[in-house]
Nanobody, 119 residues
Framework: QVQLQESGGGSVQSGGSLSLSCKASGDIPSNYCMGWIRQGPGKEREAVATIDSDGSAVYADSVKGRFTISRDKNTVNLQMNSLAPNDTAMYYC???????????????WGQGTQVTVSS
């Protein structure tokens, strides 16, 4: 089973930008999606963005127009702009069949990277 390793994240002020990256240790099946799932303090898990091997992406309404997901084979990136305090969360890279990733229940997860947005 592949392992996922995230990088990026950190702390930023409201309105700022951050970029996350995730690299898989092996090949992701071509019928699998990769995506980013976040969980903030006291909040439910949220599938932020999901992308398939053709580059088709799905975004949560809460991040549309602000976040952009991209993928290059076994690497997935998340560019986050116009960040707000309610974007504060642990962000996890994930992969599985697209139907599982898009609803936030993938079988393969990274360890997560913290994003903190201050007002």
């Amino acid at each position: 089973q592949v392992q996922l390793q995230e990088s990026g994240g950190g702390s930023v002020q409201s309105g700022g930008s951050l970029s996350l990256s995730c690299k898989a240790s092996g090949d992701i099946p071509s019928n699998y999606c990769m995506g980013w799932i976040r969980q903030g303090p006291g909040k439910e898990r949220e599938a932020v963005a999901t992308i398939d091997s053709d580059g088709s992406a799905v975004y949560a309404d809460s991040v549309k127009g602000r976040f952009t997901i991209s993928r290059d084979k076994n690497t997935v990136n998340l560019q986050m702009n116009s960040l707000a305090p309610n974007d504060t969360a642990m962000y996890y890279c994930a992969t599985d069949h697209c139907a599982r990733v898009v609803v936030g229940i993938p079988q393969t997860w990274g360890q997560g990277t913290q994003v903190t947005v201050s007002s």
